[in-house]
């Protein structure tokens, strides 16, 4: 949260409308060098289902997202 004294909500609604993230939380663009170049990567499977994965930057191969359990982790 880049603005003080920003709420949680208030971040997540930036980041939307900056089209950095879309509003179920997947990444959509890279918050630090604005690519939208992405790769899952660290995939875990349960029962030849994927339970958890991690999404990367191509250009600056910095974390965007964590997928886990059917939700998107900030």
């Not at 603005?3 to 909500?9: A, C, D, L, M």
């Not at 179920?24 to 890279?30: I, T, W, Y």
């Not at 630090?32 to 660290?42: H, K, T």
């Not at 289902?49 to 359990?69: H, N, P, R, T």
């Amino acid at each position: 949260m880049d603005e003080p004294n920003e709420s949680f909500e208030d971040y997540i609604l930036r980041m939307v409308e900056q089209g950095y993230i879309a509003t179920d939380g997947q990444p959509l663009k890279c918050s630090f060098c604005d690519s939208s170049e992405m790769e899952n990567r660290n995939e875990y499977y349960e029962e030849s289902c994927i339970i958890e994965f991690q999404v990367f930057c191509k250009s600056c191969d910095k974390q965007v997202g964590l997928w886990a359990y059917g939700n998107w982790e900030l």
